[in-house]
């Protein structure tokens, strides 16, 4: 079974930070390129940021909106993906998801996981 557990939302001032983590079990991690999506009230699902799997090199690309300020990064022996997002501003509030996506044998196969909130509040 696969699962996507993301950890690490919650309530922020802006300019503050906050590390968002998703584990995943049940799938070769490696061989999946890693996503962070977000969701805003009344607005479409958005990407964030994306790391490719390990045999395409860990590349990162990043939305215009959260370049320089967010990072995301995997650790391997852990089947984790994670986002760190500093100087954090009011319109980052959404739900933030991770995505698996296969890029192997069963290539466009995605998993999600169930999301975590991001408030920027004052």
């Known amino acids: 079974q696969v699962q996507l557990v993301e950890s690490g939302g919650g309530l922020v001032q802006p300019g503050g930070s906050l590390r968002l983590s998703c584990a995943a079990s049940?799938?070769?991690?490696?061989?999946?390129?890693m996503r962070w999506y977000r969701q805003a009230p009344g607005k479409q699902r958005e990407l964030v940021a994306h790391?490719?799997?390990?045999?395409?090199?860990?590349?990162?690309i990043y939305a215009d909106s959260v370049k320089g300020r967010f990072t995301i990064s995997r650790e391997n022996a852990k089947n984790t993906v994670y986002l760190q997002m500093n100087s954090l501003k009011a319109e980052d509030t959404a739900v933030y998801y991770c995505?698996?996506?296969?890029?192997?044998?069963?290539?466009?196969?995605?998993?999600w996981g169930q999301g975590t909130q991001v408030t920027g509040s004052s």
């Open positions: 995505n698996a996506v296969e890029t192997v044998v069963n290539r466009g196969q995605s998993y």
């Open positions: 790391i490719t799997a390990v045999h395409s090199g860990g590349i990162t």
């Open positions: 049940g799938i070769v991690f490696s061989i999946y390129d």
